[in-house]
């Protein structure tokens, strides 16, 4: 998992994929309830202990029984995912966390509802904050959801509703947000709904070694549904990944993230984290837009032990026409692998990154980072 951020439906679900004997790949897989153990490490949450319990099952058997009868590979198991954890921050998560395969596959409910009381280490906005913080805590209630289906080939069309609360419990005495100096100060409702285009042609969803995803979302905030500000937020994803030779893999991704109108804090494009700009603290740089890149090569060494090395550049901007091309922030490093399960690609991952601005970070977690 990545630390300071909730597991997916597929990253857990490829973790109880792996109990399955990878010895006899005719076997049937039953799914059923399975508990497990979530330990992870950042500079988010320092270390993160929990755990969760994944029921995963088939919504149409007499499909399934059909695909095997003929040969063909059935449709993937629908999962629904509980995770509670708490950290040495004293971060606590509750997760509900459903996947829903329809179909064949050809639709895709999915959707996240989470209870989550989260100190934090708040940075002015801004490409160019300084490196001060101030420390605030807040309890967010959030739920989304999302239908996805399949078009053509892999063409995917669907839509999303999403709906956010949250509370702010905590704020230092004259900073941004004790004088209100924020959006988002005294926390707020955020209601959205939009639609969502993807092309998804990956051999798996965890350690893809092949294909990409390309998605491109469009969610709106208007005060119309009844949130407290009305702001728009358009997100670009563009991953890709090249099999280099055997399994070494080169993994690239692109990354935009743009919001319009009164956007507060809590949606803000944030920069850093586990998963992309690596090395960076989560939010040390955050703003109306942000535009990021990485690279990542992913080489297998010996028995189940693999390394990576990664590079990621990229920037946050009030205005698209104000990006500081010829300055942007800049993380790199690399890491080792150990493959839980090299059938499934479950890989535990210990990474240590460090930015230009000279900052160091370990995160430690299951699944790659993209």
């Known amino acids: 998992m990545r630390s300071g951020e909730k597991p997916t439906s597929a990253e857990v679900a490829a973790r109880a994929d792996s109990q399955v004997d990878s010895k006899d790949s005719s076997k049937v ?93 708040l940075y002015a906005p801004g490409q160019d904050s300084p490196a001060s913080f101030e420390r605030y805590s807040q309890r967010i209630l959030s739920g989304s959801a999302n239908l996805e289906r399949q078009v053509v080939g892999q063409l995917r069309l669907g839509g999303g509703l999403s709906a956010t609360h949250a509370q702010m419990l905590e704020s230092e005495d004259g900073g941004l947000l004790a004088t209100d100096q924020i959006l988002g100060s005294d926390g707020g409702l955020f209601l959205g ?22 998605e491109l979302s469009l969610r709106g905030h208007p005060q119309a549904l009844g949130g407290e500000y009305g702001f728009t937020q358009t997100t670009v994803q563009l991953r890709q990944f090249i099999r280099v030779w055997r399994d070494q893999v080169l993994a690239a991704e692109i990354y935009g993230r743009f919001n319009y109108g009164d956007v507060p804090f809590q949606k803000m494009a944030a920069l850093g984290g586990s998963s992309r700009m690596r090395g960076y603290y989560r939010g040390r740089y955050r703003d109306h837009h942000q535009v990021a890149a990485q690279l990542e090569y992913r080489l297998p060494i010996w028995w189940r032990f693999g390394m990576v090395g990664f590079v990621g550049v990229g920037n946050v901007a009030r205005k698209l026409t104000v990006f500081a091309l010829d300055d942007p922030k800049f993380a790199g490093g690399g890491g080792a692998r150990f493959a839980l399960s090299p059938k499934e690609r479950v890989n535990v991952r210990i990474d240590f990154a460090a930015n230009r601005e000279g900052q160091r970070n370990l995160y430690i977690g299951i699944s790659e980072a993209f």
């Open 29 to 121: 897989d039953p799914g059923g309830i399975t508990g497990l153990p979530i330990v992870s490490y950042g500079p988010e949450t320092s270390l993160l202990l929990g755990g969760m319990l994944l029921y995963r099952f088939d919504i149409h058997p007499e499909q399934v029984a059909a695909a095997r009868a003929k040969g063909e590979k059935p449709a993937r198991k629908s999962v629904l995912n509980l995770f509670a954890a708490y950290t040495l921050k004293n971060q606590v998560v509750f997760l509900f966390d459903p996947s829903l395969y329809l179909d064949r596959e050809r639709w895709r409910l999915s959707g996240t509802y989470a209870v989550v009381i989260f100190p934090d280490q």
């Open 193 to 214: 709904a939009g639609p969502n285009i993807a092309w998804d042609n990956r051999d798996k969803d965890t350690a893809t070694r092949s294909g990409g995803r390309h």
